[in-house]
């Protein structure tokens, strides 16, 4: 067990880390590549003004005419991608982690509340899959790709609260955590967890647009 | 899948298309998808389709699902489901009945009025990717048989309606004759170059609305307007093959229009109140021939109004009295922020403006552009049912007082003029133009 263990701890975690950052680069190299091959107009367009304008507005809970038509959506959607976020970088078994490593150290969560911002991920996660299935309007376009990203998202929430508070075989638990961990890494800049970067491009090109072109509100 | 067939069955296209399917095989159809795909895409569509992460938030944007009881093939990330998505899936092996369900959704079920655009949080902008497939069909030669005639009228006259060159200027001369019997000096001046301002209309105006043209006279000449018409091709701002995604026709129109203000020497091009027409001349046509921002100045009806009573070149006699409301065309609200200016006009021109529910940038689609409404009259019970959330929002309208229904856009008042029709929902159609004509003070009060 000890060898799985420094196997998924060491090399794995490594390439995890290694597809996460270097897949995001590569994404946004392509982007840049071939926004400058047939399409080089939308560079013409773009506009940090109202780029920013539009992603401030959209980041914002209930700021937007749709957020607003959809509280408890709203609700959790932004309660989920902040815990998401922000758990796992000020969780204090992480940050001692790379104390270790590097002596590098930051603020952490007290373990209270990052035990809590696990389960409202987790919870978020159910609440989307219970979405997909029960809202007719979204299962329509619902395939089974999106309940294997919910999976992915939750699956180290999941393993990682199991393992910290020691239910189960704690060390295979942690190992599991940290392999679900670095699925979910590794996928994101070849899934379309990739949403994580390219909102922001997205929702800049078509403020810009709005904003730029038309004299319009995108919200 | 099942239910998506059963409605093909339902649902034929009108004969010509129907021939068109006919002959598609697996191989053209692959052909075809692979050529605009590869070539003609890139980075924004891929985005698109990377960043969808099918949240089903754009649904209550539309129109079609709002008026089919939320019906989710007519949401518009279902409606991409049912045709974009699908067809990247099965890399363009797709048969003739997934066609025919394409043609009926893309030109049909969609009037890319980018209400959606507004709705979606990553800012997906779905009326451009059903361009892509419409683009598609008319490669495969499979657009609806009427909004493919009014491509061919383009690309023979260089106009909508197949008028031909001397009934272009026989019409203005007309209108010319009948409106100096009110204004005895009045003149339409046509190829007058080095004037200021082009006017420049869409086709169905010579054809079958030249009151419009007699209005617009008045209004020039009333306000002193140093304006010109072109007497040769470029007459005509419309454009129906930007819907149909022949591209290449949409942009021999739109050259023959600058050509034409270049060639008159204008500073700018004033446009009637014509939405799509903004949409071809201001945003797509002009970016086709590699123009960021049109050539020309363009001004739109609304805007020119705007200025004309602004500055008082215009001056109202007696305010319109019956409570009016106003619709928001999606090409010059969504498309040109022209909703503030459209209310000062209105609230101009009346007595009193009552206001629609959702509003400005919000408003709900007439329906009819997009090209909808020129695939014929084959798809006419299908717009209009598939619209009663419109007809929901005009009668709230009406129940607060108004009578008067204002589309400043030529396709919203030929979809409206059937929703109101079909719906009963006795509410009179006007252009900003019909009551500016009615109310303004003319030469003779003067």
């Not at chain 2, 099942?2 to 002959?23: F, P, V």
Request: net charge positive.
């Amino acid at each position: 067990m000890n060898v799985i263990y420094q196997f998924v701890a060491g090399p794995l975690a490594w390439a995890a880390f290694i597809l996460f950052l270097s897949g995001i680069f590569l994404r946004m190299i392509q982007l840049f590549v071939k926004v400058n091959q047939p399409e080089k107009f939308l560079l013409h367009y773009f506009s940090l003004r109202y780029g920013l304008r539009s992603i401030i507005r959209w980041l914002t809970p209930f700021a937007t005419t749709n957020w607003r038509k959809h509280p408890v959506f709203t609700v959790v959607t932004f309660i989920f991608h902040g815990c998401l976020l922000i758990t796992p970088v000020f969780l204090s078994g992480h940050v001692v982690l790379i104390d270790e490593a590097w002596s590098l150290s930051w603020w952490t969560l007290p373990d209270g509340l990052a035990d809590l911002m696990t389960l409202i991920v987790i919870g978020s996660c159910v609440f989307f899959g219970i979405r997909r299935i029960v809202r007719p309007e979204v299962r329509f376009v619902t395939d089974a790709s999106d309940f294997i990203l919910l999976v992915i998202v939750a699956a180290p929430f999941i393993t990682g609260f199991l393992a910290y508070n020691q239910w189960f075989g704690a060390t295979w638990m942690t190992i599991a955590h940290m392999l679900s961990g670095q699925i979910l890494l590794a996928a994101i800049p070849f899934t379309r967890l990739n949403h994580i970067i390219l909102f922001f491009f997205s929702r800049a090109y078509m403020g810009s647009e709005f904003g730029k072109v038309r004299h319009a509100r995108d919200w | 899948m099942s239910e998506a067939q059963n409605l093909d069955n339902k649902n034929q296209l009108d004969t010509a298309t129907e021939a068109g399917i006919s002959r598609l095989t697996p191989e053209k159809i692959k052909k075809v998808v692979d050529c605009v795909i590869k070539r003609e895409t890139g980075v924004r569509f891929e985005t698109y389709m990377q960043t969808c992460i099918h949240c089903g938030l754009c649904s209550e944007a539309c129109h079609f699902y709002l008026s089919h009881d939320n019906d989710p093939h007519y949401s518009p990330a279902g409606k991409i489901k049912q045709t974009i998505w699908e067809l990247i899936k099965r890399k363009g092996n797709v048969d003739r009945d997934f066609i025919r369900r394409a043609v009926r959704i893309a030109h049909t079920e969609c009037n890319l009025c980018k209400r959606c655009a507004l709705y979606c949080p990553f800012g997906i902008d779905i009326a451009y990717m059903m361009l892509v497939m419409r683009r598609i069909l008319h490669k495969l030669a499979v657009t609806p048989l009427y909004i493919q005639d009014t491509a061919h009228s383009h690309s023979v006259t260089m106009n909508q309606m197949w008028v031909k060159g001397d009934e272009w200027v026989d019409t203005v001369q007309w209108q010319e004759e009948e409106a100096q019997d009110e204004i005895y000096n009045l003149r339409i001046p046509l190829e007058k170059h080095g004037s200021e301002i082009m006017y420049s209309v869409i086709a169905p105006e010579p054809k079958f609305q030249a009151q419009l043209i007699y209005q617009a006279a008045i209004i020039m000449n009333t306000a002193g307007i140093d304006w010109t018409m072109p007497a040769g091709v470029g007459w005509d701002n419309s454009d129906m093959a930007m819907y149909t995604g022949d591209n290449e026709i949409m942009g021999r129109v739109k050259r023959a229009h600058f050509e034409a203000a270049s060639r008159l020497k204008v500073k700018k091009i004033v446009m009637g109140e014509c939405g799509h027409a903004y949409r071809s001349v201001a945003d797509m046509g002009n970016r086709w021939l590699g123009w960021s921002m049109p050539p020309v100045p363009v001004v739109h009806a609304i805007e020119f109004y705007y200025d004309l009573l602004k500055s008082g070149k215009i001056k109202i006699a007696k305010k319109y009295e019956k409570p009016v409301t106003l619709h928001d065309p999606c090409n010059v609200v969504r498309g040109a922020g022209l909703h503030e200016k459209a209310r000062y006009v209105a609230n101009q021109l009346c007595d009193k403006v009552v206001e629609m529910i959702p509003n400005r940038e919000h408003n709900y689609c007439c329906g009819a552009g997009g090209g909808v409404i020129n695939c014929g009259p084959a798809f006419k019970l299908s717009r209009t049912e598939g619209n009663s959330v419109k007809a929901e929002q005009l009668f709230n309208a009406k129940s607060r007082g108004a009578m008067t229904l204002i589309a400043p856009c030529h396709n919203c008042h030929s979809g409206l003029h059937d929703i109101v029709h079909h719906y009963e929902v006795g509410l009179e159609l006007k252009f900003f133009s019909d009551i500016i004509y009615e109310c303004m003070e003319k030469p003779e009060d003067k």
